[in-house]
């Protein structure tokens, strides 16, 4: 989960600075909330987390990003339907069924973290 957490504030703290909100805060409380809801040990702190969440997603999603922004906002708003999805199962199968969705928040994650990397070496050399 700290990967996660921090994967995510470093991906969305080198995209650009936001048009009105403070990005890194927001990836960073994005992370806590993501981490808290895949902790949660019941519905009603599982729903505050994931709530939260997904509040934080909508907010980052009026970042002013500088480099791939359409690949970028359909990242954000895959992970909102899956942190949507997970609170559905939560609340009609319980906390293990919205396990998967959370799951695939993180494949996500690192799927479009990629876009955002800084060239490696052999890259800069050589190109893509």
Known sequence: MRA???SF????????AAN?????????NM??????????????????AIDEFIVLLETAKTADFKQHKTASLEGLDKVINQAKQAKQLATTRGLEAAKAPLNSI??????????H???GFWELLFGK
């Not at 504030?9 to 650009?16: A, T, W, Y």
């Not at 992370?31 to 505050?48: E, Q």
């Not at 994650?109 to 876009?115: G, I, N, V």
Request: no cysteine; hydrophobic share 40%; proline share 4%.
């Open 31 to 48: 992370g806590l909330a993501y981490k808290n809801s895949v902790r949660a040990t019941d519905l009603a702190t599982f729903n505050t």
């Open 20 to 28: 009105n909100i403070d990005l890194e805060a927001n990836m960073k």
């Open 117 to 119: 990397e800084p060239p």
């Open 106 to 115: 993180d494949e996500l994650r690192k799927k479009y973290h990629e876009l």
């Open 4 to 6: 996660i957490f921090i």
């Open 9 to 16: 504030l470093i991906v969305f703290s080198s995209l650009s």
